[in-house]
């Protein structure tokens, strides 16, 4: 049985995991977004290796983060949503209430579809050894880049929600990783521009 410190240190790995998710999802999109890739495409193309392995490490950064909080398996005893909030309760460190408004949050419809599509978009993705691309697997996946924010978001709420619970704690997620990505491509573009 884990105690209280346990559970606490649990739920620092969840809120580590959401928040590497969230900065590696920030990068990824920064990267791949029609919108900036317009205006960076001959710069990202001046460093063509860097950034493909850049793109393709943070699409898989920030996936096996962000599906790994929501392992709904636990029999593996991995620490995810569901197994820190099983331990909670049973140590008696939240209510019966605290549970059940947690399983409300993770039960949610919405949710639970966007999770589902992630895990397909995991599965397709890694399953089939890369055959297919990012953009191809959001897509045979029915994932969307607002799709993934929302899950993001809604992972922050849930590993406060378990702190406020356990221990009247909260965490700040105020890193972003999107406008210092874009400064890099910015700073390259005017350093080769100049040229």
Do not use: W
Not at 39 to 47: H, L, Q
Not at 104 to 127: M, Q, S, Y
């Amino acid at each position: 049985m884990k105690k209280k410190a346990d559970i606490l240190k649990d739920i620092e790995r969840l809120h580590h995991a959401v928040m590497v998710a969230s900065e590696h999802f920030d990068v990824y999109h920064g990267l791949s977004n029609e919108k900036y890739r317009k205006e960076y495409t001959d710069t990202m193309n001046r460093y063509l290796g860097f950034f493909d392995c850049t793109i393709s490490a943070h699409f898989t950064a920030f996936l096996l983060c962000l599906t790994k909080v929501f392992d709904g398996n636990k029999k593996n005893k991995r620490v995810s949503f569901y197994t820190v909030l099983d331990e909670a309760y049973s140590t008696g460190n939240i209510s019966e209430c605290a549970k059940e408004k947690i399983n409300g949050e993770l039960d949610n419809n919405d949710l639970k579809t966007k999770v589902t599509n992630l895990l397909i978009l995991r599965n397709n993705h890694f399953a089939h050894l890369g055959q297919l691309n990012p953009e191809k697997a959001f897509r045979e996946a029915g994932v969307s880049p607002n799709d993934v924010i929302n899950v993001i978001e809604k992972a922050k709420e849930i590993v406060n929600l378990l702190a406020y619970e356990v221990d009247r704690n909260s965490f700040a997620f105020c890193l972003e990783a999107k406008t210092p990505t874009l400064d890099l491509l910015h700073n390259l573009k005017q350093y080769h521009d100049r040229k």
